[in-house]
Nanobody, 124 residues
Framework: QVQLVESGGGLVQPGGSLRLSCAVS????????MGWFRQAPGKEREFVAT????????DYADSVKGRFTISRDNTKNTVYLQMNSLKPEDTAVYYC?????????????????WGQGTQVTVSS
């Protein structure tokens, strides 16, 4: 059983930064591609970013490209999402997910394990 626990969410002003963390336990972390998704109030959950199990070839949604950075530390079994230049429209619950594959994916259905989510609120 793979367990994912997100942390690092909170309230931040527009233009500010946050770093989300997702700690993974229960399996060989390095064998899983990882992804971040988010769900805003009244909207469907959407793709944010993904990274290969080796840490290369990150992929981002157009809405966050150039502002968010996904990374991972396989020695700590943790994946990160650095979020800069935050906007009110980034307000959402952010989820990390793992996929037992080499490459990442934008499709939620391809991820087998999910965290409980962490709230990010961007407001003045």
């Amino acid at each position: 059983q793979v367990q994912l626990v997100e942390s690092g969410g909170g309230l931040v002003q527009p233009g500010g930064s946050l770093r989300l963390s997702c700690a993974v336990s229960g399996r060989t972390f390095s064998a899983y591609a990882m992804g971040w998704f988010r769900q805003a109030p009244g909207k469907e959950r959407e793709f944010v970013a993904t990274i290969r199990w080796g840490g290369g070839s990150p992929d981002y949604a157009d809405s966050v490209k150039g502002r968010f950075t996904i990374s991972r530390d396989n020695t700590k079994n943790t994946v990160y999402l650095q979020m800069n230049s935050l906007k009110p429209e980034d307000t959402a619950v952010y989820y990390c997910a793992s996929r037992k594959a080499y490459t990442g994916s934008r499709h939620q259905s391809e991820y087998g394990y999910w965290g409980q989510g962490t709230q990010v609120t961007v407001s003045s």
